[in-house]
């Protein structure tokens, strides 16, 4: 059994999207964000829960930026 979710964050802390990855058929996970992000900066949290582990998922936090140039920092 594998539960696929992700949090989308703002640079405020507040939550903008929850929803679940999409397990494609390469083995691969897919996120759809939400379309028109304002400018700034965000974090995707993800998240992989096997066999019902709740307690400690496999996660990754992910720096996303949009509307401006160079490496997320």
Do not use: C
Not at 10 to 32: I, P, Y
Request: proline share 8%; hydrophobic share 45%; aromatic share 6%.
């Amino acid at each position: 059994l594998v539960v696929s979710r992700f949090l989308l964050i703002n640079g405020d802390g507040k939550v903008l999207a929850l929803d679940k990855m999409h397990w494609r058929e390469d083995g691969s996970f897919a996120v759809k964000l939400p379309e028109r992000l304002p400018p700034g900066r965000y974090k995707v949290v993800l998240a992989i829960f096997l066999d019902g582990n709740a307690v400690q998922p496999s996660t990754r936090i992910l720096d996303v930026r949009v509307g401006t140039a160079g490496p997320p920092g």
